[in-house]
């Protein structure tokens, strides 16, 4: 099969990544880049050797292209990608597939009336260090999982982001900003989530930007900004996950599983390699444990290579569309159950990805 070919809507900060990784591979080529803004779409084309620098519609309507890799900012994610699949293309999306639940339903149930595929970030669950732990639980390593905790604790992001108003709209905050990391590797390592509750807060209701080019100047805080979910998966295991804007400092570890025969302590979930510790029962110290896969260093865009190579093998793909509902389900569910007082019903399900084979091919 010849090379996928690839066109790029949203030429911003995240898009360097991905076009130095997916630049010289076999399976696929990125031949266009878009932007509303065309000038940044110029400056992406001429740094890594793109030639065309086309319209979001041009590159629509563009035959040539197969699949569209949609890096746009998150309120634009579900009618870019929904104009893709309607312009017959594949669609690999950028965090998260859609802000509403009926958007994201929208997305795959085009996708699938039209038979094209729907992936979506992030992909860091396909790092290095992350596979690793799949490969330890599936070998059994922990026994079976019992229970998770996941933490995201910081003080937000207006010390150090230019422009963070829009952590703090509706929609964002700091569940939706970081929780689908967090929640990616939780079901790639236990599976899907059944039943949940949560507890949300608002701590300030203004906070101060500290960073420039804006200091000083306030924002008014729309959404919850510390939330707390506890998860109850398919398979029995609780999980408790906290992400929070109003934490100066904690000890809490990125993400932990403990299983029946021992407990895993699992790398940030927002990088690909670090740094993977296994405690047996009986150890008082734990055991670092050497990675098994490869691609530790920043490889956002394997779940694009990954996808390419699916629609070559006719196999399913890892980072997809259903994952990614199902944890924009979860992460609304945590948000809703909170304002309900009650349980939250999960209506999804995903399948759990396969694991990666040791060696990676790009
Ligand atoms: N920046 C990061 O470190 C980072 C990390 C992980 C994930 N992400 C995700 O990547 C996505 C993009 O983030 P970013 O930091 O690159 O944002 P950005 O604001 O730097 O870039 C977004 C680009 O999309 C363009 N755009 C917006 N709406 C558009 C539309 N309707 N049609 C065409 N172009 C449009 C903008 O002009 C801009 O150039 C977000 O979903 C974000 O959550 C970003």
């Known amino acids: 099969m010849d090379k996928i070919r690839i066109g790029v809507i949203g030429c911003g900060n995240i898009s360097d990544i991905y076009l130095t990784n997916l630049r010289e591979l076999e399976s696929l080529e990125v031949v266009a880049v878009a932007d509303l803004n065309h000038e940044k779409a110029v400056e992406k084309a001429n740094k890594y050797g793109i030639d065309l620098v086309l319209g979001v519609d041009e590159l629509l309507d563009d035959d040539a292209i197969d699949l569209v890799l949609n890096l746009t900012i998150p309120a634009a994610h579900a009618e870019i990608s929904l104009r893709v699949i309607e312009a017959g293309k594949h669609v690999y999306s950028e965090k998260p597939l859609a802000i509403t639940l009926e958007d994201g339903r929208k997305v795959l149930a085009k996708a699938e009336e039209k038979g094209l595929l729907v992936g979506s970030a ?32 910081g003080h937000g992001p207006e010390s150090w982001h230019p422009d963070p108003e829009f952590f703090y709209r509706a929609g964002a905050g700091p569940m939706f900003d970081m929780g689908p990391y967090y929640l990616s590797v939780l079901i790639n390592l236990i599976g899907p989530v059944q039943r949940l509750t949560g507890s949300t807060r608002v701590t300030s209701p203004e906070r101060t930007i500290t960073s420039e080019p804006k200091y000083g100047q306030k924002i008014k805080v729309e959404t919850p900004t510390h939330v707390a979910g ?17 934490v100066w400092g904690s000890k809490t570890h990125f993400i932990e599983i403990y299983g029946t025969k021992g407990s895993l302590s699992v790398p940030d979930p927002n990088t690909f390699g670090g740094q993977v510790l296994l405690r047996k029962p009986g150890e008082v110290e734990w055991s670092e444990i050497a990675i098994t896969h490869g691609s530790i260093d920043n490889s956002r865009g394997i779940g694009v290579i990954d996808m390419v190579d699916a629609l070559k093998n006719r196999r399913p793909h890892r980072a997809n569309g259903e994952l990614a509902y199902h944890i924009l389900e979860t992460m609304h569910g945590i948000h809703e159950s909170s304002i309900k007082g009650e349980h939250y019903r999960m209506t999804s399900t995903c399948r759990q990805p396969e694991a990666l084979p040791s060696e990676i091919t790009k």
């Open 122 to 153: 992030p992909d860091t669950f396909l790092g290095g260090g992350l596979q690793t732990c799949k490969k330890l639980i599936q070998d059994g390593a922990i026994g079976e999982p019992i229970a998770a905790t996941a933490f995201m604790m």
């Open 230 to 246: 506890i998860l109850d998966f398919e398979n029995g295991a609780i999980g408790t996950l906290i992400t929070s804007f109003d």
